[in-house]
């Protein structure tokens, strides 16, 4: 990804996130994807580490952060190692990902609007 782009994604995903600190930010975005991988609601996580849902919620919202045991059932539960949760690669191609996403979005965004000019 060249400089500029990658400049322009960490500035948007830092409107997003907030004041998320960056360690926040790598396990939101890890709990998320591993979870959302192997099919697991918010609910369902929760159940397998017996919480509540609202918690996992706030985990991913970068608004709580768990124990040191919480971290281990969690990463239990969604086939990881605790330490994985905390990996830069993982979270780096959900940042990759979601930027890619948001590029398409504004590209159809901008063909829908020149088609609809140029219509006129």
């Not at 192997?38 to 609202?54: D, I, W």
Request: net charge positive; proline share 1%; aromatic share 10%.
């Amino acid at each position: 990804m060249c400089q500029e782009l990658k400049a322009t994604y960490i500035f948007f995903i830092s409107i997003k996130i907030g004041e998320m600190t960056e360690l926040r930010k790598i396990l939101s975005a890890n709990m998320k994807a591993y979870r959302t991988e192997l099919g697991y609601s918010q609910a369902r996580l929760a159940e397998l580490v017996n919480t509540a849902t609202n918690y996992i919620a706030q985990i991913e919202c970068g608004k709580r952060f768990p124990t040191d045991t919480m971290l281990e059932k969690i990463a239990s539960a969604l086939r990881k190692r605790a330490y994985e949760l905390f990996s830069v690669v993982q979270y780096e191609r959900k940042v990759e990902k979601d930027w890619q996403t948001q590029v398409l979005i504004d590209l159809e965004h901008f063909i829908h609007a020149r088609i609809a000019k140029l219509k006129k």
